[in-house]
């Protein structure tokens, strides 16, 4: 993917949406997300996040002579691609959106990305679309993601397995891009390492029981159970048919199962149990953290870092492009989210555009340590914790 040079078809079917937004002193933002569907407890946290740093921007009165940012949410469903184009075409031809923080899911993000984003030039952030697949999907330079791709968090949940001493472990995912990818990013990494997965099979979501998925997991034994699923849907239900049978008492768990409702329900009973998610140690998120605190979300809460800096640098190469306008998201996102220029942290987005209006440069570095490489996406970290009295503690970062 070309991420410095834009095709000249998406500049033009852009212009005339970009002169209406900045006469008309309003620029719609698309929020899509997964409101209903296997992570739905998480995303009405990504959409506050992500509306803060919007607010944050028009709250300062600075940005472009007083474009005001009006953020638009859409349902992605996370799961059900036509259902997600549907909804992105509705942002661009109805509601007239000039970009899109979003979407969640992989699958639904790529399907949004071809079918809708590329053919209208609509330049989407996505803040947690980890599939591998999406770093060399065709995209006319319109796509970035503030979230690693899950080809490093594969190496990442290899590196502890070794750290632990586990040598062996089966798999379950859920059947879609995300889950597939993850789960064969992982399988190289840890059989290169000389670890043996006993049995790596797909999980439907949506099922009542799994007692036969747990079963056949079982069978084939391992030291623990890995489960790259969602918190809200099979992932979930193979936890919980897991230890209501016995199979598997010890767990490791990808990103898409960080979530407050698994952990409040199930927390209890997963003492030993460990997982991954985005995030970092870092002043940027401790600012974050307070700031949502503040204004009464949990910042906390899975991609809720994420969300606000996708944000933030849609509002930010908008004010370096000097137009509301996806043209100017996609030639200017990469320069104003890298160095040089001065660090921009959270609860100083007005800072960051005096800075660019002055001509000047910056570097923002967001709540996530943001830096974006190879194809417009995020270098990333990720958050190692444990259950520990039914709590997720933090054991490091990597």
């Known amino acids: 993917m070309k991420k410095f040079l834009l095709a000249s078809a998406a500049i033009a079917l852009t212009a005339g949406t970009a002169f209406a937004a900045s006469h008309g002193k309003e620029a719609k933002v698309g929020v899509i997300l997964g409101f209903t569907g296997p992570i739905e407890s998480l995303t009405p946290i990504m959409a506050d ?56 899911c992989s699958g639904v993000t790529g399907a949004i990305l071809s079918n809708v984003a590329v053919p209208n030039g609509i330049t989407m ?6 599939s591998p697949a999406l770093s060399t999907a065709e995209d006319n330079g319109l796509f970035f993601r503030t979230s690693p791709s899950d080809a490093r968090q594969g190496v990442v949940l290899s590196d502890i397995l070794a750290e632990r001493g586990v040598k062996s472990v089966a798999v379950t995912y859920t059947n879609n891009d995300y889950g597939k990818g993850l789960a064969d990013s992982f399988e190289a990494a840890f059989t290169a390492s000389g670890g043996t997965i006993t049995l790596s099979a797909p999980h439907e979501d949506g099922k009542a029981d799994y007692s036969a998925e747990v079963g056949a997991l079982a069978s084939a034994g391992g030291e623990l159970l890995a489960v790259f699923g969602y918190t809200d849907q099979g992932g979930k239900g193979i936890i919980q048919a897991s230890l209501d049978t016995g199979a598997f008492e010890t767990f490791m768990l990808g990103d898409g199962m960080y979530g407050d409702v698994l952990f409040a329900e199930l927390g209890a009973d997963l003492t030993g149990s460990f997982g991954v998610l985005p ?30 800096d996708a944000a933030a640098l849609i509002a930010l190469a908008m004010m370096k492009g000097g137009e509301a306008s996806s043209a100017a998201v996609a030639a200017n996102v990469l320069d104003v989210a890298n160095a040089p220029g001065e660090l921009i942290l959270p609860g100083q987005l007005a800072k960051g555009l005096e800075i660019l209006a002055a001509g000047g440069d910056i570097d923002y570095v967001g709540a996530t340590n943001v830096e974006l490489i190879g194809p417009g996406e995020a270098a990333g970290s990720y958050r190692y914790y444990e259950f520990k009295d039914g709590k997720a503690e933090t054991v490091s970062y990597k």
């Open 49 to 104: 996040s992500a509306e803060m740093a919007m607010k944050e921007v028009n709250d300062s009165g600075k940005f472009l002579d007083g474009v005001m940012l009006s953020p638009v949410r859409a349902d992605s469903t996370c799961i059900d691609a036509a259902a997600a184009t549907a909804a992105a075409e509705r942002l661009v031809t109805t509601d007239g959106v000039v970009a899109i923080m979003g979407a969640d």
């Open 125 to 130: 952030i996505s803040p947690s679309a980890t």
């Open 279 to 308: 995030g970092s140690e870092s002043e940027g998120s401790t600012m974050f953290t307070d700031m949502a605190t503040a204004a009464g979300v949990n910042g906390e809460s899975a991609y809720a870092r994420e969300s606000y």
